[in-house]
């Protein structure tokens, strides 16, 4: 299995430019995820879907921020316009629930926002 | 509100000196805590899933332990590439929460040589 996949892997943009965050999850999961880690205030989820359908967004800190998950193995978190406030490590995570409540974790996108 | 404390922020152990880390949580029912490793520049690994108080996990020279009011992690004669930040979360019950996860802070574990 090849695990959450996301990319890209870095991303340096600049203010007020729009940046797509993309994510394969693991096939047959049918819960998604979108975290943001940061130094100051850990990881934090953003949103997340079941069967691709956003089931809660209340993380999103703006409508700057927006996700999709047109089908079952592909999700994007856009930002537009993006903010050096923005920086931080993007993760993406999947799980099958109920059968395995744990997530598992892609290896994350590194924004930057100059 | 579902809440996680981690305790130490961070730890420093020489090889093969065992220690332990703690994990707090206040939850309204919880369903499930967590254990993940993360090592820099990577996603979290997962651990462990406890359930219940008493519920007991090992691997390798990890074992994690529950109680009503927290969780330890402990670490068993570690090495060097034990060293990784731990994080714990905890899954409330609860339709509208069934798969949300509250992480704590994490603890930075470095082990030298």
């Known amino acids: 299995d090849a695990g959450v996949i996301q990319s890209p892997r870095h991303e340096v943009t600049e203010m007020g430019q729009e940046v797509t965050l993309r994510c394969k999850p693991i096939?047959?999961?049918?819960?998604l995820f979108w975290y943001r880690q940061t130094m100051m205030r850990g990881l934090e989820l953003l949103i997340y879907f079941n069967n691709n359908v956003p089931i809660d967004d209340s993380g999103m800190p703006e409508d700057r921020f927006s996700a999709k998950m047109p089908n079952a193995s592909f999700s994007t978190l856009k930002i537009q316009p993006s903010e050096p406030r923005d920086s931080a490590v993007y993760f993406c995570?999947?799980?099958?629930?109920?059968?395995?409540?744990?997530?598992?974790f892609g290896p994350g996108t590194r924004l930057t926002v100059t | 509100e579902d809440q996680v404390t981690q305790s130490p922020e961070a730890l420093r152990l020489q090889e093969g000196e065992s220690s332990s880390l703690n994990c707090s949580y206040t939850v309204s029912g919880l369903r499930g805590l967590f254990w993940y490793r993360q090592d820099p520049g990577k996603g979290p690994e997962f651990l462990f899933t406890?359930?219940?108080a008493g519920e007991e996990k090992e691997k390798e020279r990890l074992k994690a332990t529950l109680t009503k009011k927290e969780s330890f992690l402990h670490i068993t004669a570690p090495k060097p590439e034990d060293s990784a930040t731990y994080l714990c979360?905890?899954?409330?019950?609860?339709?509208?929460?069934?798969?949300?996860?509250?992480f704590g802070e994490g603890t930075q574990l470095t082990v030298n040589p």
């Open positions: 406890l359930y219940s």
């Open positions: 995570a999947s799980s099958l629930w109920p059968i395995n409540y744990e997530q598992y």
């Open positions: 096939s047959g999961h049918d819960y």
């Open positions: 979360a905890v899954q409330a019950l609860g339709e509208t929460s069934g798969s949300r996860l509250t």
